[in-house]
T-cell receptor
Framework: AQSVTQLGSHVSVSEGALVLLRCNYSSSVPPYLFWYVQYPNQGLQLLLKYTSAATLVKGINGFEAEFKKSETSFHLTKPSAHMSDAAEYFCAVKRGNQFYFGTGTSLTVIP | EPEVTQTPSHQVTQMGQEVILRCVPISNHLYFYWYRQILGQKVEFLVSFYNNEISEKSEIFDDQFSVERPDGSNFTLKIRSTKLEDSAMYFC????????????FGQGTRLTVV
């Protein structure tokens, strides 16, 4: 079955520090991968997506993710955390017509 | 910017009652989805819909659930007889037909079954 694993259900960083949210996927072939963000009481908003073009993908709000086939990973990073980045982040893989979501990582930014 | 809209934003219903959650997908999208998220848990796939029929459905999507596209714009999820465990946030999503496109999600409907 196609799935993603997000390591760390909660991550806390200081404002201005590096954000690293981990996602590993299981797939026999390179999949389509996505990161979504969910702010409190809101829906899911696309941050970025990997569709087998460039392995380093840049998204909105300064986030980027690198697809590493050898590690089956698609970790999300941001060089400098901002208070407004506090949210739930979901990694997702698309196989066929379905999207499979990870369990999510809650990011807390400490002032 | 086009967006997926869902109504209502919050619905409270009594156990055993029928509810209909409504969604207006983005107009040129062809694939439609319903997902749900029980509080504190992962986002779970319920059903996908394409070309006026169910494309895929999960084990969660049992006989109590149904979907419909009654006209050219709306996409609805009906729960025939709600249970307490149906309490969740329900998200509608849509996407274009090309394989590499993302799903665009609505703001969700929070369903509370009492």
């Amino acid at each position: 079955a196609q799935s993603v694993t997000q390591l760390g259900s909660h991550v806390s960083v200081s404002e201005g520090a590096l954000v690293l949210l981990r996602c590993n996927y299981s797939s026999s072939v390179p999949p389509y991968l996505f990161w979504y963000v969910q702010y409190p009481n809101q829906g899911l908003q696309l941050l970025l997506k990997y569709t087998s073009a460039a392995t380093l993908v840049k998204g909105i709000n300064g986030f980027e993710a690198e697809f590493k086939k050898s590690e089956t990973s698609f970790h999300l990073t941001k060089p400098s955390a901002h208070m407004s980045d506090a949210a739930e982040y979901f990694c997702a893989v698309k196989r066929g017509n379905q999207f499979y979501f990870g369990t999510g990582t809650s990011l807390t930014v400490i002032p | 910017e086009p967006e997926v809209t869902q109504t209502p934003s919050h619905q409270v219903t009594q156990m055993g009652q029928e509810v209909i959650l409504r969604c207006v997908p983005i107009s040129n999208h062809l694939y439609f989805y319903w997902y749900r998220q029980i509080l504190g848990q992962k986002v779970e796939f319920l059903v996908s819909f394409y070309n006026n029929e169910i494309s895929e459905k999960s084990e969660i999507f049992d006989d109590q659930f149904s979907v419909e596209r009654p006209d050219g714009s709306n996409f609805t999820l009906k729960i025939r007889s709600t249970k307490l465990e149906d309490s969740a946030m329900y998200f509608c999503a849509s996407r274009l037909w090309t394989v590499d496109t993302e799903a665009f999600f609505g703001q969700g409907t929070r369903l509370t079954v009492v």
